[in-house]
């Protein structure tokens, strides 16, 4: 059985481009740093992330971290000399305290 050519010739898809890989020093270099560590939270609300670029801006800061950085810093002084207390103020349906029972208060 004969193979018959096609009249026109097949157009190839090209496949993907590889990508260069990511140069990772820098987060490796930030980790070997005595002292400091990367911190990441969840379940911070769109809003208040988006204010807190917001005040980073304002401040033309390079970005929203050093503005949670000093309040988190201000906020454990304020605790530590006993002018702050957060007592969380119910039990979730799995028995553990809370400081946000309802996700709405916000």
């Not at 496949?15 to 820098?26: D, E, F, L, T, V």
Request: glycine share 4%; with cysteine; net charge positive.
């Amino acid at each position: 059985m004969d193979r018959q050519k096609p009249s026109e010739p097949r157009t190839t898809i090209p496949g993907p481009q590889p990508q260069a890989r990511r140069n990772r020093n820098w987060e490796i270099e930030q980790r070997s740093r005595p002292g400091l560590c990367q911190i990441s939270f969840r379940g911070i609300p769109d809003i208040i992330r988006d204010e807190l670029l917001f005040i980073a801006r304002s401040y033309r800061l390079p970005n929203r971290d050093e503005v949670a950085r000093v309040w988190l810093e201000h906020a454990l002084a304020a605790h530590r000399r006993g002018e702050i207390d957060y007592p969380p103020t119910k039990v979730s349906e799995n028995g553990k305290l809370t400081f946000y029972p309802d996700e709405n208060e916000l």
